[in-house]
T-cell receptor, first 115, second 110 residues
Framework: DTEVTQTPKHLVMGMTNKKSLKCEQH?????MYWYKQKAKKPPELMFV???????INESVPSRFSPECPNSSLLNLHLHALQPEDSALYLC??????????????FGPGTRLTVL | KNEVEQSPQNLTAQEGEFITINCSYS?????LHWLQQHPGGGIVSLFM???GKKKHGRLIATINIQEKHSSLHITASHPRDSAVYIC????????????FGEGTQLTVNP
């Protein structure tokens, strides 16, 4: 299995809602990533988990709350979002190697619209 | 100036044409990705390079570390190749972060 899956594909939420995005991989990767991508822009890194521990938080607002309950699963909990948070949210995973860089595998993304 | 520059930004070709997309970067890198993104879709990794050349089907990627330059070539282009192609580098000093280019929008007309 060389796939990263993300659910849901599309999500529409109001500014007072709480929702979660889910990402799953079964490639045995121990690093998982959340990216945000606005239209016609490259992805921006949000969070990195390594061995289920948060290793990078790119100064993301606290209305985004990541969670890595196990090595295959990554969640992004959303609360009190703003319309400008509407974007494609991409998950990726990779092996962890302290010496060399490992290729990131990306999921299909969740298209989020905040009303 | 961005650390990763791609050219051209937009490219329109006729089916069957040979296509080249260029990527220049200004930092020391340990690896370079070529990625493909179809409209509204997720990202597919085409190649990861640290030296030389790789080929997969009609796609060829080359990298010149000394010149800090990489190219992605598509031979016998097809309308299904229409997508955004993104160059991303792993700088030696950036941990697990990738630095992305702005992408090249390729349209192949039948």
């Amino acid at each position: 299995d060389t796939e990263v899956t993300q659910t849901p594909k599309h999500l529409v939420m109001g500014m007072t809602n709480k929702k979660s995005l889910k990402c799953e991989q079964h490639m045995g990767h121990r690093a998982m990533y959340w990216y945000k991508q606005k239209a016609k822009k490259p992805p921006e890194l949000m969070f990195v988990y390594s061995y289920e521990k948060l290793s990078i938080n790119e100064s993301v607002p606290s209305r985004f709350s990541p969670e890595c309950p196990n090595s295959s699963l990554l969640n992004l909990h959303l609360h009190a979002l703003q319309p400008e948070d509407s974007a494609l949210y991409l998950c990726a995973s990779s092996q962890v190697d302290m010496v060399s860089y490992n290729e990131q595998f990306f999921g299909p993304g969740t298209r989020l619209t905040v009303l | 100036k961005n650390e990763v520059e791609q050219s051209p930004q937009n490219l329109t070709a006729q089916e069957g044409e040979f296509i080249t997309i260029n990527c220049s970067y200004s930092v020391g890198i340990s690896a370079l990705h070529w990625l493909q993104q179809h409209p509204g879709g997720g990202i597919v990794s085409l190649f990861m390079l640290s030296s030389g050349k790789k080929k997969h089907g009609r796609l060829i990627a080359t990298i010149n570390i000394q010149e800090k330059h990489s190219s992605l070539h598509i031979t016998a282009s097809h309308p299904r190749d229409s997508a955004v192609y993104i160059c991303a580098v792993k700088a030696r000093t950036s941990g697990s972060r990738l630095t992305f280019g702005e992408g090249t929008q390729l349209t192949v007309n039948p």
